[in-house]
């Protein structure tokens, strides 16, 4: 008996650092991220792509990573305060954040601390970043002692790189990119046979795949998504014996499709 | 997932099947019947005629008693005048279609058939058993249809089976004198007269030195 319960629960919406999946686009950009972060030149780096396509993903499992973990900080939300930034830096270097002091001193300090060792600041969705985080980050580049790692939506590229905050920066624009189809198949047989699924794995055919990868886009978010949808579907016809829904078919795909909104029927 | 919305959702995805099904067939019905409507608005069609334009004559100099150079139409001295010029209309089909298919000749073709496979029967029997009476056979055959280099052949395959029979030197003999060498005729002539009493080698002999 196949449990799709199980299968559902491979598809939740959460970023899992221990699974990384090499997709093409994925494995470009992870490179030449890396390859710029190494090489210490450029203070501004924006890694540009659509809202799911995964650039929060390798952000954080860039900051996790061995290679940068000592000395990163990650902020996720955009929506944070100058002490909430320089408590993390402060932190990773294994002090106590002073806040009766105010912001400049705090810069001078860690310009000090961090003049050995570059320091990565991931900053996730930065084209929700208002005015005064903008011109906080510009003062942590000017220190030569940060490396700005902006992650936002593509269509925002333009408002944000020509702040005139960061004008003065040297930047580097990274794009990434979507899934193809036969990476969507692959994707969806490595996560299911990496979890004991192989039998629900075998269900999917490379035309099922080309269907969803039609219906989510190349997505990775909507593919993740459309599938939870579609083993809750597969979950509730097995547990109520509805054994025509057991079986993948081409109207299952429809009702995901129309579950989760990505066909409008009205 | 509750009852209701797997129903709900197979409800709206019956729809959507049937709406999308619907769409395509009449998008499939639209484009035949614009196909059907086209081709029946379609004029006929009318063979080409391409017209060629009317030569202009060129004019030549006359040469008269006073020498003078006098230009005059060469139209009145070298073209005769035609009572009616027809336009020439060039075709891009040709209009010329025979009446009646040309046959093959089937007497001839039903004749070569019949020797082709009286040859194939012969060879077959002498290549079966290689006796006197096929390479004879074969001998005769040949020279009936004046082969007379493999009537030579199979007139001395046959001699060497059996070189006391006459019928076989005949052959060899007449397709030689056929072939021009009535040196070769009478002298083979001479030395088998020498083995074989035969009186149709000896008048044929006989016959032969005449022709000298």
Redesign the interface.
Known sequence: MKDFEIAKTLFKDSIDTSFYFDSVSAEAARKKLTDILNAKKNSLVFVLGDPGVGKTHMLTMLHHSPLFSSHSIFMQHPCFEWQELFLKLYTLKGLPFDETENEDIHCELLGELYSDETCIVFVDEAQLLCEKQFEMIAKLCSLHSFQCVLALHKDDVKKVSNHSSFKNFSQEHIFYGTLNEQELHRYLQAQLMAHSQGEIALMFSARNTKKIARYAKGNFRTVKKFFYNLFKLLDYAQKNNLTKQTTLSNCLLVMTALDIGLIRDA | ?T?N??EE??R??????R?RFLKVAGLILFSFIALFWVYSMREPVTPIAIVLPEPSLPEVIVETNESQVVSAPLEAEVIPEVDEFKEPILFLEPKFKPTTTPKLPQKEIQEANRLLKMEHTLLEAFNHSATYESAYALAHFYFERKSYLEAIVWAKKANKLNPNLDQTWLIYAKSKFSLGEKEEAISSLERIIGYIKSEELRDLLDFYKGQR
């Open positions: 997932m009852h919305r797997f959702l197979q709206r995805c019956k729809a959507l099947q709406k």
